[in-house]
């Protein structure tokens, strides 16, 4: 049913002051409303307060902050129908400052139970059990989210407010010729919303889709936010535990059997505590042992370098013959050994001696040719053939080469070996510091079981570090992949969200030409002059005469103004949409008739307010019974004095003289 608005009560400041009170039922009724009710007077005698308040009483975020009120008034009690039940809200407006809490009772003004009432919150309006969202309950419309963007996908939501539907069935004096009808030079959120609850109102728009986009959207911050903890904790545990959970796991295992085995020694060192002389003895067996380790270690690399010299020394008493042998092949070589020059015989000198089909020319002996290939190692000799070199020689020069290069490789090896002979005998050196250092902790200690129980006490700690430092390693990864697994799951929910969306928006087009219909309609009822080509475009913008409203003259914009929000008011009703089923006008007369502007004459016909009420009270008696208006009006026509429910004189001699009755200085 929506909301149908019955009496407003403004109570005094104390129990002896006068109430203020405004009744919207028939005349001598104890319930129900009038479906016409008009608020008429004189200008500031508080007419649109009236409308302040039951905006006031139902969470609007303004009081009224008149001096007369803010005197007078503590509280705005509103007694209305929401949905099929009475109710009263009231809400304290001492100090001028807007409450934050509503009481609710319900049933009716007069019968107020102070045992049943409900002490709600006004903030914020997204509460479940705020006032906005309970009132909206009544027309099904609560818990509806809006995006903030009709394009993006994973877009903020904002939950609708009563405030929102504010919009569509309050329409002020300042709205009706601001060139601003449906917001749409103002702020853009205020528009969106503007038509956005108009979608609400009737089942166009998505709000399953708007709900499933708060959810992915919260799913993505979720996920954004595990995705950078899950870098940090990655990064952590690389710089922390580089080793990785293999090699940690290893650690934990080695460190386990390793802390295993040092207790069981423990133990038996415990048991064993009172034989101070076996643990002293074991200790310098130990250092013994390390000592005489050291001392042969020494001993061997002390033998090692002394071979090395003398092999050294050698090697180069090889090579010294080496060079000798080679001179003497060289000689030969060069001088002619054969020293006869004349015959013996004929004293004839001798001919050269040379070599004839491998004989000798002086005696024709056979005589073998060699031929020596020049060494690696000697660096003179090149090939020599000579007939007259000794074999000795030759020989010989071979031994020599062959006892250099075996001596070389010999020196080579045992150079090696005399480095890995260094390296033992510093460990041995070191082990037997330790052992002695070991041996003088006796004489300090209570008992020598006590150095070893140290030792081994120490050695228990170290392993047990490893093992700690190794275990919270294991349990950082562990972390690291816990959350890797529940960024997957979010990416997955994130994906499910987005694929669940509605990709299409209900057709709203259908909607569009009904108002238009109904828009047109209504202006012809009033009389609009030269009425032709009215519509309503994409954007909820009046057109009339093929321009958009804001070209209209100022009657021309109101009268517009009045047809679009009557048409908004009846086909939501009609339609038995999610809708208040109340509209408030303020002030429906500005501008026309009388009010009209001097070069304004179209619009100057006092005929077209009449018409205004005349569609208004038709309505409301066929297709809109059930429905609720209520007018504020300085002077409405005669033919709506049976549905004026206050007319304010602003004349102290003839009462009312406005809302504040008693405030006439």
Not at 29 to 37: P, T
Request: aromatic share 6%; with cysteine.
């Amino acid at each position: 049913m929506g909301i149908r608005i019955k009496r407003l009560r403004l109570a005094g400041m104390s129990a002896t002051s006068s109430d203020y009170e405004v009744s919207f039922m028939p005349a001598d009724a104890k319930d129900g409303f009038r479906a016409l009710s008009v608020i008429s007077g004189q200008s500031q005698t508080g007419k649109t307060t009236i409308v302040d308040f039951i905006l006031y009483a139902l969470g609007d975020n303004r009081v009224p902050r008149h001096d007369e009120v803010r005197s007078n008034v503590r509280a705005a009690l509103l007694e209305l129908d929401l949905g099929d039940e009475p109710i009263v809200i009231e809400r304290a407006t001492i100090g001028g400052e807007a409450s934050s809490f509503a009481s609710i009772w319900s049933g009716h003004l007069d019968t107020l139970d102070p045992v049943g009432e409900n002490r709600v919150a006004i903030e914020p309006t997204s509460d479940p059990s705020g006032l906005s969202q309970l009132i909206l309950s009544s027309m099904n419309l609560d818990e509806v989210l809006f995006p903030d963007s009709s394009v993006k996908e994973d877009t903020n939501t904002s939950m609708m407010s009563i405030r929102d539907l504010f919009r569509v069935f309050v329409v002020r004096n300042e709205r009706l010729d601001n060139k601003d009808l449906v917001y749409e030079h103002g702020n853009y959120m205020v528009a969106q919303k503007y038509r956005q609850t108009i979608d609400v109102i009737f089942g166009v728009h998505d709000n399953e889709g708007a709900i499933l986009a708060a959810q992915a959207r919260a799913a993505s911050e979720r996920l954004r936010t595990a995705e950078g903890r899950l870098s940090a904790m990655a990064q952590i545990a690389e710089r922390d535990y580089p080793e990785g959970r293999t090699q940690l796991q290893i650690n934990v295992d080695d460190a386990s059997l390793r802390i295993a085995e040092l207790n069981a020694q423990l133990r038996v060192l415990d048991a064993d505590q009172r034989s101070s002389q076996t643990s002293s003895a074991r200790l310098r067996v130990a250092l013994r042992d390390a000592q005489t380790t050291a001392t042969e270690s020494r001993v061997r690399v002390r033998d090692r370098k002394s071979l090395l010299d003398r092999l050294d020394a050698l090697r180069g008493q090889y090579a010294d013959d080496q060079r000798k042998l080679a001179f003497l092949v060289d000689a030969e070589v060069l001088f002619d050994p054969l020293r006869v020059t004349v015959c013996p015989a004929c004293f004839n000198t001798i001919a050269p001696v040379t070599m004839d089909g491998g004989h000798c020319s002086l005696c024709h002996s056979p005589v073998e040719l060699h031929t020596e290939e020049k060494n690696d190692d000697d660096a003179g000799v090149d090939l020599v053939e000579s007939a007259g070199s000794s074999p000795m020689v030759r020989s010989e020069l071979r031994a020599v080469r062959g006892r250099l290069s075996s001596l070389a490789d010999y020196i080579g090896r045992l150079t090696v070996d005399l480095d890995t002979l260094e390296r033992r005998a510093e460990q041995a050196e070191l082990a037997a510091v330790e052992a002695a250092a070991a041996v003088d902790a006796i004489t300090q200690a209570p008992a020598p079981w006590l150095a070893l129980r140290d030792q081994m006490t120490g050695e228990l700690t170290g392993v047990r570090l490893l093992h700690q430092a190794s275990a919270t390693g294991l349990r950082s990864w562990a972390r690291v992949d816990e959350e890797e697994q529940r960024v997957v799951a979010l990416r997955n929910d994130v994906e499910q969200l987005r694929g669940a969306r509605k990709r299409g928006r209900p057709d709203r087009d259908a909607i569009l030409r009904q108002l238009a219909s109904r828009f047109g309609s209504i202006l012809e009822d009033i009389g609009y002059p030269k009425l032709r080509d009215p519509y309503i475009d994409g954007n909820l913008v009046p057109y009339v005469r093929g321009l958009p409203y804001t070209e209209a003259s100022s009657g021309g914009m109101v009268i517009i103004a009045l047809a679009w929000n009557l048409a908004l008011w009846e086909i939501a009703f009609e339609q038995d949409a999610d809708a208040p089923g109340l509209l408030i006008i303020d002030s429906p007369q500005k501008n026309l008739g009388h009010n009209s502007a001097g070069d304004d004459e179209e619009f100057a016909d006092a005929q077209l307010v009449e018409r205004f009420y005349a569609h208004v009270k038709t309505w409301l008696a066929t297709d809109g019974i059930g429905a609720q208006a209520i007018i504020v009006d300085n002077s409405p026509p005669s033919t709506v004095a049976n549905d004026v429910v206050v007319n304010f004189t602003r004349n102290p001699n003839m009462p009312p003289y406005g809302l504040i009755h008693d405030a006439v200085s």
